[in-house]
């Protein structure tokens, strides 16, 4: 029975680790999504979009990613583009912040991860209400079992420093 519960602990290790590195990819993309809003304009990314998406939407007009990506960049404003700036720098900076915090085991970040992720749980939330999707349906549910990873590693960190008299954070 031990080494069944050793098991799966591990692999819960592992999933935690792996879900941890994907967030960290993701504030980076995020990152340089957000460097991307700041040095084009609006005019500029509808332009890319179309020299982007031209090859795939000439083999499939119905392609959903291609022209959602389209009419996205179609309908881009200057405060839409500075928003969406701000808010993949801050949203990236922060992720990358704390996946690197995690990862180093630092005791802090494991509540401060659970908190923004909450954070952004909520409004996913709010944005499956206005306008369901299925990707970011995925993504919330993904956010969640990170939350109880985390929660968990968290537990299992505090446990262990207590036991071994080491309560730095």
């Known amino acids: 029975m031990a080494g069944k519960h050793q098991h799966r602990a591990q692999v819960l290790d592992w999933i935690f680790r792996v879900g941890l590195l ?24 509808d332009t890319l979009a179309r020299i982007l998406t031209q090859h795939e939407l000439s083999e499939d007009p119905g392609d959903l990613i291609a022209n959602f990506l389209l009419h996205a960049s179609g309908s881009l404003t200057v405060s839409g583009s500075w ?19 995690v990862l180093l085991d630092k005791l ?6 659970i ?14 209400i206005v ?4 990707g970011l349906l995925a993504l919330t549910l993904f956010d969640v079992f990170i939350v109880w990873l985390t929660r968990r590693e968290y537990r299992i960190q505090r446990r262990h420093r207590q036991n071994h008299g080491n309560i730095d954070v």
Do not use: C, R, T
């Open 131 to 134: 306008g369901f999707s299925v």
């Open 115 to 128: 908190a923004f992720l909450l954070i952004f749980i909520g409004y996913q939330s709010y944005e499956l």
């Open 83 to 101: 928003f969406l700036a701000a808010y993949l720098l801050l949203h990236g900076i922060v992720k990358v912040v704390l996946v690197w915090a």
């Open 22 to 45: 994907f967030k960290g990819i993701d504030g980076l993309l995020e990152i340089v999504g957000g460097g991307l809003f700041l040095l084009f304009n609006p005019d500029q990314l």
């Open 108 to 113: 802090w970040s494991y509540p401060w991860m």
